[in-house]
């Protein structure tokens, strides 16, 4: 995205363009990424249609360009990162999201994940604790054209004025089932979150049943980067 204005605007005022490129390379190569998607095991066609369609190259900085649809984390604003294709896609698929879903998203980051749950037919909420990422996100994806409602604010605590949700998915590394999200998902609902510290996680599978109570399903490794308390403004 390339902004303009002068040092005396207000920064709401600046004239921001963003050079919307996305061409038959671009296409070609999201058609390799998702059937590399698929012999990694992700099955759901609402998955794979969403990936295919959304332009990951523009989610990342231009300099990442080339590696947008190698099956990577990159490196995005504020030290953090877009998840892996395979893992945005895994947790999405975990979900079972059906149209109508209200889906909650920890760490809003990039917006990828929360432009695959919007292809999906969520109705999509995301919480950024990092100021500087809610703002750059939030603008770019109205851009394109996306409106999930997004919250500057700390994960931890949730959206309790707008749960129940029938999904949640956390998009960073939780030392701990955060006990607030786990009243706000819906009876019958399902979340996501990778659970532990240190180097690696583990995917669990959170199914709150209809009493009230809760199974939970170890779904493999996987790396993130910690879910932090609090807010953060540069
Ligand atoms: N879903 C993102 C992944 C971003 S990485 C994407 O598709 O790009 C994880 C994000 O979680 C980071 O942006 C980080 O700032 C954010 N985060 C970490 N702890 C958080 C918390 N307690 N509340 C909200 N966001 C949090």
């Known amino acids: 995205m390339q902004c303009t204005g002068s040092g005396s605007m207000p920064k709401e005022t600046y004239f921001c363009t963003m050079l919307i490129q996305d061409g038959y390379a671009e296409k070609g190569m999201r058609r390799q990424l998702v059937q590399i998607l698929k012999d990694k095991g992700i099955s759901d066609e609402k998955v794979l249609q969403a990936i295919e369609k959304i332009p990951r190259h523009l989610f990342v900085d231009s300099a990442l360009k080339e590696l947008a649809y190698k099956d990577m984390a990159l490196r995005i604003a504020a030290g953090q990162t877009i ?67 997004m919250v500057f604010g700390d994960g931890y605590k949730g959206l309790p004025g707008y749960a129940p949700f029938q999904k949640i998915v956390i998009t960073a590394a939780a030392p701990v089932i955060p006990e607030a999200l786990l009243e706000q998902l ?12 240190g180097d690696q996680q583990k995917m669990i599978l959170v199914e709150k049943l209809a009493d009230g109570s809760f199974t939970q399903t170890e779904m493999g490794d996987f790396r993130f980067v910690p879910m932090l308390h609090g807010t953060q403004r540069p």
């Not at 770019?140 to 996306?146: I, R, V």
């Open 186 to 197: 819906a009876p019958g609902g399902l979340m996501s979150i990778p659970f532990g510290e």
């Open 83 to 149: 998840s892996q294709p395979y893992t945005v896609a895994f947790q999405t698929q975990m979900l079972r999201i059906k149209k109508g879903d209200k889906v909650l998203e920890i760490g809003t980051g990039s917006g990828y994940q929360a432009a695959v749950l919007l292809e999906c037919g969520a109705k999509v909420y995301s919480i950024e604790r990092q100021k500087e990422l809610f703002d750059k996100t939030k603008v770019f994806l109205a851009q394109l054209g996306y409106a999930p409602k």
